[in-house]
Structure formats: structure tokens, C-alpha cells
């Protein structure tokens, strides 16, 4: 393993100039929607009083859980000390601070009223969960952005790991309070469960990892820099090993949940019941986003870089179906105000006994829109910093290249 | 330094004379007796009985609420449920008047990030219109399905036992225009209040009693609203929210 060089992305390029104004283009649509949702109030959206976190909370909540995991090579490198993963230090803080800015300028814009930011970072009730997330994330920054000082400034290179352990622990912290936001939520069948904050670390791991999979090699590919297997290899697999741990814990969510009579009309709901949420668990959730990415992973499929692209955008696509069941699904399954009733028919639908909700155009645009912005952040921050290690070669980033090639 | 000295000597003797004077007010004004029963007063807790056995399912209630708290079209803060059980000829239909429950251990005053959502000390919960940030936390919290966002103020809503009628000695407005009084309103903390008395003297019951939160919303006959009868299992049940807004048909 030879000595790395970081470098920026071309900024001159006329690609460069293209992806950013795409992107800007679609910031600027989704900001229409956002006026045009504000100026015209809930009404336009297809939320209703029942279903009141819709689409554009899926892609907050699915970017700040991915933010929170995107830390997660930085954390592999520093705190575990894997020598393969330390060059990828700058680069994960960065993708971590963009999902995170990306996914709560959804959560804010989609707020019943936005303008009043600065209320809920003056006014607190510290036994709300809420209260405690607008310290989690705003310190994350401070931490994080703290921690990429570390690692590009040479004088303060000393202390990086010591940003490092608070950026994990932190990270930890806040992934446990997005979770907790449900597993506090006791009057719903589909929440009130202490296993929602593992279950959010989960797939904040998994959800991390295949983003930066993804941007890191979009980022290579583009820049047309050097990325060796070793360090994709090492990537794909721990990323297999994220995604068993979620379902492990989904398992373990569901299995407790059909052995509660209580909940057996939630689980009902979801896993056999006529609404979509039901495909959108199975074949989202378990077969695209579980089962078809460990496939990939861990059989021959899984040398091909292509097939690894295809397996970390699957896990995004099955994360994606995992957040809607669980914020869409969760509140279309009536509460039980009468515990124990069985209903034959009611106004909820003869034989559906749920809540609909389709999302509006401006809501789909908003929450694409905050997508945009991660990665209009993530791209300015590469061409404006020396975020990119020069070349991912397996004999610049992998320790045992030489041990390897002896033998 | 004199003109200093000269200031708190000044101040001194005016602190002196203002608690002088505030003792002979006091001392004036308030017998002892006084003086204990204004600190051994109860506080009010307000609550609501429905008596669901005299519930016709007019909707007076609803409209006479949404009338008089300018409620936006598609929200309630007030509604009522109707059950169909069984088939001709052992059917039967009743009426469930939902509201917010006024929980003495509400769910929705702790999950508020910014305590607009907070209890009066007469046990009303109110949202701060002013102060609410709309993220919609407390309408997921809340057991009873009693919130909403007010599609034009962007904050959330709910039933305040109509604050501002109360204020000026009336009844809420749901009470005041039932007609067959099947809303009993007042301070349940006084046990010569009819709704003291009448909580007193029947079978009540509050609905989710499970969750913990006290409601303050009490119920004569719910078990008869109740979609669940355990005498007939799998019969024809029909429960009609009258909330239809966007829901599956």
C-alpha cells in the first residue's frame, strides 16, 4: 500500500457543468412544489388526515438513515482501523453530510409550516424525541464536518481519530433517535416496538453502504480514475453482511409481532392483506432488496462490477419499499380503538379496512428534489476539495496487494 | 459616592415602603380563612360525559362545532360513528360522539418538540397555534385519532372544549346544542357538578383505557357503541366514521 494522494474532481468539463444543471433545474421544480404545497396548504397533497407523514417523509427519512450509514467506511477505517478503508475517510464524511442535508430540507419543506425553523430550534420539550433529533443532526454536522478538518488539515491530522469515535457514536445516537421517532409511536400496531432503533442502525448500515458504493463508483467512472476490485470486493461484501443484519432484525420484528394477538391484524395487513403494501413488502422489501442482492453478492455474480452496481441499487430500491411499508403502511392500518373488534364491514372499505393514500406530484417532486440536492452537494464538494484519493488501484489502497501477488 | 449612598438609602427606604404597604393590602384584604381556601382550592379538570344510550346521530354536535371553531371542510374536531350490528330482524344501530379526550398523561403534550401541544391547569389541551410547527408528530401520537393539520393555518388542530366560549361562561358548543342532552360538560374536580355526580352514580368508560392516558372524556353505555360483541361472533358489523376523506372504497 503506497502513500495517497487526494485530489478534486474537473470542474471545467462541459459534463460537470451538464449534471450540474440538472440538478439545479430539478431544485429549482421541486422549490415550485414546495411553494405551490405551501401556498395552497395540505389540501394539495395527497395526505389526508390519517395518513399524515406521506412520500416526502419516505425520502427524508430513507436519506438521513442512509446519511447516518455513509459514515460508515470513515468509521471502518478509524475506529476499526481497517487500513483499506482510511483513504475513503474524506469521501464518506462528505456523502454523509449531503444525504443528510438532502433529506432534512424534505423533512423542513414538508413541515405544516416551514417558516417556523427557528420555533422548533428555540423552543424544546426535551421528552420529545423530535426535540432530541434537532440536536442529533445538527450536531452531526459540527461532528462530521469536524472530522473531515481533521483528516485534510495536516496539523490537525493527530486528532482525527478522536473525531472519528465521536462521529461513530454520534451517528449511532442519532440513527437510534430516527428510530425511536416510531418505536415511541404506542398508539399504532405498526410502531411501538424497542426494535425499531436497531432495526433503523441496520439499515442505516446497508442504506449507507450501497449509496456510497454507488456514488463512489459513479464518481470513479466519471473522473475516470483507477478503482481496484480489492477495495470493491471489500465493499460488496460487508454491504451483504448489512443487509442480512436488516432482515435479521425485520425477522425478528415480525415473528414477535405474530406471536401477539394484538398485532395480528397489522401483520395481516401487511404480509396477506389486499392493500399494496403487501407487494411492497414481499417483492420490494424482501425479494428486491433482500434476497436478490445477497444473491448477487454472494455467489459468481458478485465479481462483476456491474452486477455489484446492480445489487447496491437494488438494497436502495428494497430500502426505499422498507421505509414505505413502515411510515405509509404503518399509519394506513386504522388504530384499534375498540381492541379485539372484528369487523366485517366498515367505512374503511368493505373489504380493504385500510387507509389509501397516492402521492402527489408536488410531493414526489419535493422528495426528488432532495435527492438532488445530495447529489449537487457531493458533486460540488469533490470539485471544490480534494475529497478523491487519486487512484483506488488495488497496490495504492489494499494492504495485502503485494502479499497477494506473491503468492 | 455621597450621590451613590444617597440612591441606596433612597432605594432601601422605597423597598420598605412598598412591602409595608403591600402587607396592610393583604393584611385588609384576606381574612385567614380566605387566605387557605385560596390555597387549598381544587383546580378545575374539566371533562365530557357522553351518554351514548340518548345519542340519535343528528350530527348537531359536529355541524354546531365546526360552526363555531371554523373548521375546514374534510376535518373534524368533533364527529360521530355510527355501528350497524347484526341482520334483520336482531340488528341494531348506535352512535359513538368522538372528540379529543383531554388525557390527564397525554401521549400528544409529550411528543410536541416545541410544547405548543401543552395542559391548562384546568386539563384542557391546547395547541399553540403560534408556536407549532406542523411536523404532525402529535397527530401520529395521539390514541384517539383526534388531531388534524389544518390545511389553512398549517398547524395542527383539535377539539378545546371551545376555550373561547368557556371563557365567557359558556358551555362548549357541541354540549349546548344537543338536544337531547346527551353531553354532560364540567369541572369533574367538583363532586357537585352534574358530571361529578353523574360519572359517580353509572357504569363509565373511557375508550383505549389501555394506553394509559386518563382521558377525561367519559362514556355512559360504549360497550352498545362497541363493534366488538363477543355473543356474536362473525356477525354483520358496519361501523360508519363519517370521516371519509380519502378512504379506500
Redesign the interface.
Known amino acids: 500500500m503506497s502513500k495517497v494522494n487526494y485530489t478534486s474532481l474537473e470542474a471545467n468539463s462541459k459534463g460537470f457543468y451538464g449534471l450540474m444543471g440538472v440538478l439545479a433545474a430539478v431544485i429549482l421544480v421541486a422549490l415550485g412544489a414546495v411553494y405551490y404545497m405551501?401556498h395552497n396548504?395540505?389540501?394539495v397533497t395527497?395526505?389526508?388526515?390519517?395518513?399524515?407523514?406521506g412520500l416526502p417523509h419516505v425520502f427524508a427519512i430513507f436519506l438521513i438513515v442512509a446519511a447516518s450509514g455513509a459514515l460508515n467506511v470513515a468509521s471502518i477505517g478509524t475506529v476499526f482501523g481497517k487500513a483499506i478503508y482510511k483513504p475513503l475517510g474524506r469521501l464518506s464524511s462528505l456523502l454523509a453530510l449531503a444525504l443528510l442535508t438532502g433529506g432534512l430540507l424534505v423533512l423542513v419543506l414538508d413541515?405544516?409550516?416551514?417558516d417556523?425553523?427557528i420555533?422548533?430550534m428555540t423552543?424544546?420539550?426535551f421528552?420529545?424525541?423530535?426535540?432530541w433529533n434537532?440536536f442529533l443532526y445538527t450536531g452531526f454536522f459540527g461532528i462530521v464536518a469536524v472530522y473531515i478538518w481533521f483528516m485534510m488539515e495536516r496539523k490537525m491530522n493527530k486528532y482525527y481519530k478522536v473525531a472519528g469515535y465521536a462521529a461513530f457514536v454520534w451517528r449511532l445516537i442519532l440513527t437510534t433517535g430516527t428510530g425511536s421517532?416510531f418505536g415511541?409511536?404506542?398508539?399504532?400496531s405498526a410502531y411501538d416496538a424497542a426494535i425499531m432503533a436497531p432495526l433503523f442502525i441496520a439499515l442505516s448500515f446497508s442504506l449507507g453502504m450501497a449509496c456510497f458504493i454507488l456514488f463512489l463508483m459513479a464518481t470513479y467512472k466519471w473522473s475516470e480514475k483507477e478503482l481496484g476490485d480489492a477495495i470493491l470486493r471489500r465493499l460488496k461484501n460487508v454491504l451483504g453482511i448489512f443487509v442480512a443484519a436488516a432482515f435479521y432484525f425485520v425477522l425478528a420484528y415480525h415473528l414477535t409481532n405474530l406471536y401477539a394477538t394484538e398485532h395480528h391484524g397489522f401483520e395481516a395487513f401487511l404480509l396477506t392483506g389486499p392493500?399494496g403494501h403487501t407487494p411492497l413488502f414481499w417483492v420490494g422489501q424482501i425479494l428486491i432488496g433482500t434476497v436478490a442482492p445477497l444473491l448477487i453478492f454472494y455467489t459468481k455474480m458478485g465479481e462483476s462490477r456491474s452486477a455489484i452496481a446492480v445489487g447496491s441499487a437494488l438494497v436502495i430500491i428494497g430500502g426505499f419499499a422498507q421505509f414505505t411499508t413502515i411510515i405509509i403502511g404503518g399509519?394506513a392500518y386504522p388504530?384499534?380503538?375498540?381492541?379485539?373488534?372484528?369487523?366485517?364491514?366498515?367505512?374503511?372499505?368493505?373489504a380493504?379496512k385500510?387507509?389509501?393514500?397516492t402521492p402527489s406530484l408536488p410531493e414526489i417532486v419535493l422528495g426528488i428534489g432532495g435527492v438532488a440536492i445530495a447529489i449537487l452537494i457531493f458533486v460540488f464538494g469533490c470539485a471544490v476539495l480534494r475529497f478523491l484519493p487519486d487512484s483506488l488501484a488495488d497496490k495504492v489502497a489494499d494492504p495485502h496487494y503485494k502479499a497477494e501477488s506473491s503468492a | 459616592m455621597s450621590k451613590k449612598l444617597k440612591t441606596t438609602q433612597q432605594s432601601r427606604r422605597g423597598f420598605l415602603k412598598g412591602v409595608g404597604a403591600a402587607a396592610a393590602a393583604v393584611g385588609a384584604s384576606a381574612t385567614p380563612v380566605q387566605a387557605v381556601a385560596a390555597i387549598t382550592e381544587p383546580k378545575k379538570r374539566y371533562g365530557m360525559l357522553i351518554d351514548t344510550r340518548r345519542c340519535v346521530g343528528c350530527h348537531a354536535c359536529s355541524v354546531s362545532c365546526r360552526s363555531e371553531n371554523n373548521v375546514p371542510e374534510?376535518?373534524?374536531r368533533s364527529w360521530v360513528e355510527y355501528t350497524e350490528k347484526g341482520t334483520f330482524p336482531n340488528a341494531t344501530l348506535h352512535f359513538l360522539p368522538r372528540l379529543c379526550n383531554q388525557c390527564s398523561d397525554p401521549?400528544c403534550v409529550?411528543?410536541?418538540?416545541?410544547?405548543?401541544t401543552h395542559i391548562r391547569d384546568d386539563g384542557i389541551i391546547t395547541v399553540d397555534a403560534d408556536?407549532?410547527?406542523?411536523?404532525?408528530?402529535c397527530?401520529?401520537?395521539?390514541?384517539?385519532?383526534a388531531r388534524?393539520?389544518?390545511?389553512?393555518?398549517?398547524?395542527?388542530d383539535k377539539c378545546d372544549f371551545c376555550l373561547d366560549r368557556l371563557e365567557q361562561g359558556k358551555e362548549p358548543a357541541c354540549v349546548a346544542t344537543c338536544f337531547n342532552r346527551a353531553r354532560i360538560f364540567g369541572d369533574l374536580n367538583d363532586p357537585d357538578s352534574t358530571i361529578s355526580r353523574m360519572v359517580a352514580s353509572n357504569a363509565v368508560s373511557v375508550?383505549?383505557p389501555?394506553?394509559g392516558t386518563l382521558p377525561n372524556v367519559f362514556y355512559i353505555g360504549l360497550d352498545y357503541a362497541?363493534?366488538?360483541d363477543i355473543r356474536f361472533?362473525?356477525?354483520?358489523?358496519?361501523?360508519?366514521?363519517?370521516?371519509?376523506?380519502?378512504?379506500?372504497?
Not at chain 1, 46 to 53: P, R
Not at chain 2, 131 to 137: E, F, P, R
Request: include cysteine.
Open positions: 405551501e396548504g395540505h389540501w395527497g395526505m389526508n388526515n390519517q395518513i399524515v407523514w413541515l405544516g409550516r416551514p417556523r425553523l420555533v422548533a423552543y424544546y420539550n421528552k420529545s424525541i423530535f426535540a434537532i421517532i415511541f409511536l404506542v398508539a399504532r392493500s399509519q388504530m384499534p380503538i375498540f381492541p379485539d373488534y372484528e369487523v366485517i364491514s366498515s367505512s374503511f372499505g368493505d380493504a385500510y387507509y389509501a393514500y | 374534510g376535518k373534524h401521549q409529550s411528543v410536541c418538540p416545541t410544547n405548543a408556536v407549532c410547527i406542523g411536523c404532525k408528530y397527530i401520529h401520537a395521539c390514541p384517539y385519532d388534524f393539520l389544518n390545511p389553512e393555518t398549517g398547524a395542527v375508550l383505549r389501555g394506553m362497541d363493534e366488538h361472533p362473525r356477525q354483520y358489523i358496519r361501523v360508519t366514521t363519517h370521516r371519509d376523506e380519502n378512504i379506500r372504497r
